[in-house]
């Protein structure tokens, strides 16, 4: 069963969310545990229909949630690899699809994550203390919708790693994957093959030359007020 969160916000969107996790009367919820991850540990994945709206959504949970266990509106992570049944031409053949297009999705997580313990390691050596953060919301912005509601957060860089997704139907198959490092106002997403370690040095590097390139511009900018200020302390021209 899904309730609502009485501390969310609201909003439209959040409304539009909320409704639909709620009313049961043309709604139907199925999920799916995914186990023995390295770094999530485990995750519950809600395929989510409704007859009404015309929408059939994919939410992540992380945990193991049993069948009728509740799970409030914040706890959901909502990910854009939705089922298409649309094909199948009759219950059979949805059947297929449905296991297929699960199947897909489930591989999806179990190999993000995996590849998101082989930056532990790495992380640790060039950035410090590596905590693991299962929220749904994070402190930074991302350029892509994330996979699962876990991330590594290395508290002393302010930085923020998590896999992400593209938005696509899993009739489409295995959605492209990445892993995202973020800071405040820089991002940049890495293909799962990469290496990890040459990956945070890139990443820290990219940083370095960022904060370096805002300090310089931050320094011509308080030039040019200073010499705003002299000026207005004596006749000032007059334009045209």
Not at 133 to 153: K, N
Not at 202 to 230: G, T, Y
Request: aromatic share 4%; with cysteine.
């Amino acid at each position: 069963m899904l309730e609502e969160d009485p501390n969310r916000d609201e909003g439209a969107a959040e409304d539009l969310l909320r409704r639909a996790l709620l009313d049961d009367s043309t709604a139907v919820a199925v999920s799916l545990r995914v186990g023995g991850l390295p770094v999530s540990e485990a995750v519950t994945v809600i395929f989510h229909g409704r007859r009404d709206l015309g929408t059939l959504q994919t939410y992540v949970t992380w945990g193991s949630r049993s069948a009728g266990a509740t799970v409030a509106a914040s706890e959901l992570l909502r990910v854009p690899c939705d089922l298409d049944l649309a094909d199948a031409g009759d219950r059979e053949e949805a059947e297929r699809l449905y296991l297929e297009q699960v199947t897909t999705l489930r591989d999806a997580l179990v190999g993000a994550d995996m590849v998101l313990e082989l930056w532990r390691q790495p992380l640790t050596e060039l950035t410090g203390t590596v905590a693991v953060d299962h929220s749904i919301e994070l402190a930074v912005r991302l350029p892509a919708p994330r996979l699962v509601p876990t991330a590594f957060v290395a508290p002393e860089r302010r930085l923020v790693v998590t896999p992400v997704c593209a938005a696509r139907t899993l009739a489409e198959g295995r959605p492209q994957l990445g892993i995202a490092c973020s800071q405040q106002d820089l991002t940049r997403v890495y293909p799962l093959a990469d290496d990890p370690e040459r990956c945070v040095e890139d990443f820290l590097q990219q940083a370095a030359q960022h904060a370096r390139a805002l300090a310089e511009r931050m320094e011509h900018q308080e030039a040019s007020v200073e010499r705003f200020l002299e000026l207005s302390g004596e006749d000032f021209p007059a334009a045209g």
